[in-house]
């Protein structure tokens, strides 16, 4: 089995306890030569100056490429750009277009009135630019506010069209999910690079909440696993074994990329990632 091309997803930290985590995170997972690192915004843009400083220390320090997370929750479409001029200013060249969620207990997302509507606007504007790779979320289980999975390939069609360079999905638990939406994109005419999101299961009740939330489906099987791992005292036994196979099982199908929702926590994604043969570079000025 080839070692896949790997990339991370980290949120930028509300607190001097969580810098230092991040840091931490990024001290073990940066060697292991990702592609790409992604940092997030919080849900509606409550993150938005603490996403920026941390995009920017990272460009600055740890020798990876940043893409930054950018969404179009409660900002004027010449504050939206302009946060984006800061980033190529700072030679940030990659940017996660998203709309973004509403903030919390505003219901549905609502643009704001001199704002991008959705996330084609946005991608739009940005392609215009000519500064940026653009990448763009997919869901191969169906987004809450969407109908069906075919209407999530139809919108991923759009945002294509629109500029986006590749996807990134949100987490799934089966393989064969993924590979049923990545069929039904190749149908609607997209070529663009698809990455799998891989999320580590660090905390099943928290995982399983944020499922429901966003609209990933859970096996009933998962549900079992978790029940019986937890009462011998094995989650992190079996948290290993099942993201370890979700990627083997990917990397078979033809997967080359998988992009990781680390949380800020390392240890199970290093894990998972050195069972795929991804380990961490070696200096051979140091070991000459």
Not at 6 to 34: N, Y
Not at 127 to 138: E, I, W
Not at 226 to 247: H, M, P, Q, V
Not at 261 to 273: G, I, W
Request: net charge negative; with cysteine.
């Amino acid at each position: 089995m080839t070692a896949p091309r790997i990339s991370f997803e980290f949120f930028p930290p509300k607190s001097l306890e969580a810098s230092f985590k991040l840091w931490e995170t990024l001290g073990v997972l940066a060697p292991l030569s990702p592609e790409f690192v992604s940092v997030t915004y919080g849900a509606g843009g409550t993150t938005r100056a603490l996403t920026h400083d941390a995009v920017k220390t990272i460009h600055a320090n740890y020798g990876v490429e940043v893409a930054a997370h950018l969404t179009c929750v409660d900002a004027t479409r010449a504050e939206t750009l302009e946060i984006a001029h800061s980033y190529a200013e700072a030679g940030v060249t990659q940017i996660v277009a998203l709309r973004g969620d509403p903030p919390k207990g505003a219901g549905r997302f609502t643009p704001h009135p001199d704002g991008f509507a959705n996330s084609i606007e946005l991608i739009e504007a940005l392609a215009q630019t000519g500064k940026f790779h653009l990448r763009v979320g997919a869901y191969p289980d169906p987004h809450p506010e969407a109908g069906s999975m075919q209407d999530c390939v139809d919108f991923l069609k759009r945002k294509i069209d629109a500029g986006a360079n590749s996807a990134i999905t949100q987490f799934f638990f089966e393989a064969d999910t993924f590979f049923r939406f990545r069929d039904a994109c190749a149908a609607a005419g997209i070529t663009a690079p698809i990455i799998p999101g891989i999320l580590p299961i660090n905390s099943w009740k928290g995982v399983r909440k944020f499922a429901e939330a966003c609209g990933t489906i859970i096996p009933a099987w998962l549900n079992e696993a978790y029940d019986k791992a937890a009462r011998d005292g094995r989650e992190k036994l079996l948290s290993t074994a099942l993201a370890t196979e979700l990627c083997t099982d990917l990397i078979d199908g033809g997967v080359e990329d998988l992009h990781f929702y680390t949380l800020n926590s390392p240890d199970l994604t290093r894990d998972v990632c050195a069972a795929l043969g991804v380990t961490p570079r070696v200096d051979l000025s140091e070991v000459a």
